[in-house]
């Protein structure tokens, strides 16, 4: 099973910031990384899938990059929409991973 | 507008069995392969299940293989989750999701969830 560890567990920031949120895999999942994002209540929403493309509606100010085992989600400029949990998620081999989550919290 | 409307959810006792459906609308349920992914109470998501569009594959968590079965009747757009000998360790919110047309292993649409507990 690939391990998926996400970093920090919380970051703490200030609207207009830029958020860099890291995912460690624990073997290669080539470019098969995906993002979401989820607010307190609510179920979580497609961001990023192989690793730099944006799903539908999503703004440009999150981007993806990455490669093998090491993987970043960059939200440049904050919105105080952003504020939520996001998740890592490998579709390299079953079973299907997801990482712990970043809360980035203001 | 795609929509999936779980139900289902409940409290059962340890060892005992449910079943969760969830309604789909809005896109061709039959071309899109669908999976449910849970999330236990204050944690993260964890990939249950994911069943191919014409219900012939599916592939399962280790913590749910041989306790839980998926199924599907595209003529009425409508996934299942079959739950059985159930721990309290399954207790969670599970949400269906939708697999893209392309068949890549990642949920594109997500519904709201049903809640699961399992306590005596």
């Known amino acids: 099973e690939i391990v998926l560890t996400q970093s920090p567990a919380t970051l703490s920031l200030s609207p207009g910031e830029r958020a860099t949120l890291s995912c460690r895999a624990s073997?290669?999942?080539?470019?098969?990384l995906t993002w979401y994002q989820q607010k307190p209540g609510q179920a979580p929403r497609l961001l990023i899938y192989?690793?730099?493309n944006r799903a539908t509606g999503i703004p440009a100010r999150f981007s993806g990059s990455g490669s093998g085992t090491d993987f970043t989600l960059t939200i440049s400029n904050l919105e105080p929409e952003d504020f939520a949990v996001y998740y890592c998620q490998q579709r390299s081999s079953w079973p299907l991973t997801f990482g712990g989550g970043t809360k980035v919290e203001i | 507008e795609v929509q999936l409307l779980e139900s289902g959810g409940g409290l059962v006792q340890p060892g005992g069995s449910l079943r969760l459906s969830c309604a789909a609308s809005?896109?061709?349920?039959?071309?899109?392969?669908m999976s449910w992914v849970r999330q236990a109470p204050g944690k993260g998501l964890e990939w249950v299940s994911t069943l191919n569009n014409n219900g012939g594959s599916a592939y399962f968590a280790d913590s749910v293989r041989g306790r839980f079965t998926v199924s599907r009747d595209n003529s009425q757009n409508t996934l299942s989750l079959h739950m059985h000998s159930l721990r309290a360790e399954d207790t969670a919110v599970y949400y269906c999701?939708?697999?893209?047309?392309?068949?890549?292993?990642?949920?594109?649409?997500w519904g709201q969830g049903t809640l699961v507990t399992v306590s005596s």
């Open positions: 073997q290669s999942v080539s470019s098969y």
């Open positions: 809005g896109f061709t349920f039959s071309s899109h392969a």
């Open positions: 999701a939708t697999i893209p047309l392309s068949g890549t292993q990642y949920f594109q649409h």
């Open positions: 192989d690793v730099s």
